[in-house]
């Protein structure tokens, strides 16, 4: 199994502020499978993704990946293993304003051994002819495009994707879905991705619907949808 996280346990703040997050996590996900966690606000579904990605520590539990094992690992080893393993794309993009948008992708590739040909991606991303640009020059759309490049072109095992299209409107959130779908197709990455639109589910390989920090289904979805046929 590519992906295995073990009895996953979180909670904040101490006494009787203590609010239980995660209560006893458990997924299994495939390579190359593309898996929603699926929840209304406070579900705990942002902060599963955090677990994963090692932005954020679990109070108990185990994740391991390929049979790596994250609580095994010193800071060190941590940063290293988010470098070669994991890209991330936010609800906010982070871009870097004064550098144009090959330049913002370029910044992912630097983080990689094994780097994707940046003017190719460009061509899978519909930016190559905006590489010149600058992010405020850009639409939302392609501003999401491009941060979307710079997690992929390092070709990272997982792509952690939290509420990818919470700032875009329907149109463009529907672009956005086709084109992680796409490159989940073409370079294999298995893909987290958090939201709270239940349609989006249609589009998975998992689906994982979490509540009040417990797992209220897991499963195979048998008849996916392209996420250009997604309605809501």
């Given at each position: 199994m590519f992906l295995e996280i073990n009895n996953i346990k979180k909670s904040f703040g101490e006494g009787e502020n203590k609010?239980?997050?995660l209560k006893g996590i458990d997924i299994q996900i495939e390579k190359g499978e593309i898996c929603v966690l699926l929840g209304p606000s406070g579900s705990g579904k942002s902060?599963?993704?955090?677990?994963?990605?090692?932005?954020?520590?679990?109070?108990?539990?185990?994740i391991s990946i390929n049979g790596d094992k994250t609580e095994d690992m010193n800071e060190k080893a941590l940063t290293l293993y988010?470098?070669?393993?994991?890209?991330?794309?936010?609800?906010?993009?982070?871009?870097i304003p004064n550098l144009n948008i090959k330049e913002n992708v370029e910044v992912?590739?630097?983080?990689?051994?094994s780097p994707l040909d940046v003017d190719e991606l460009l061509k899978t991303l519909g930016l190559y002819e905006h590489r010149h640009k600058l992010p405020?020059?850009?639409?939302?759309?392609?501003?999401?495009?491009?941060?979307?490049?710079r997690a992929i072109v390092?070709?990272?095992?997982?792509?952690?994707?939290?509420?990818?299209t919470g700032a875009l409107d329907y149109n463009t959130s529907k672009e956005i879905l086709a084109l992680i779908?796409?490159?989940?197709k073409k370079y294999g990455n298995t893909v987290i991705m958090v939201t709270h639109n239940?349609?989006?589910?249609?589009?998975?390989?998992?689906?994982?619907?979490?509540?009040?920090?417990?797992?209220?289904?897991?499963?195979?979805?048998?008849q996916k949808t392209a996420a250009a046929d997604l309605d809501w």
């Open positions: 609010t239980e997050v902060t599963l993704l955090n677990i994963i990605g090692g932005i954020d520590s679990a109070d108990s539990g185990s988010r470098r070669k393993h994991l890209g991330y794309i936010f609800q906010q993009y982070n871009l992912g590739a630097y983080l990689s051994d405020n020059q850009l639409s939302g759309g392609q501003q999401q495009r491009t941060a979307i490049g390092k070709n990272p095992d997982i792509l952690l994707c939290d509420e990818p779908e796409e490159v989940n239940d349609a989006i589910k249609n589009m998975a390989d998992r689906v994982v619907k979490l509540r009040d920090g417990m797992i209220r289904k897991n499963y195979i979805n048998e």
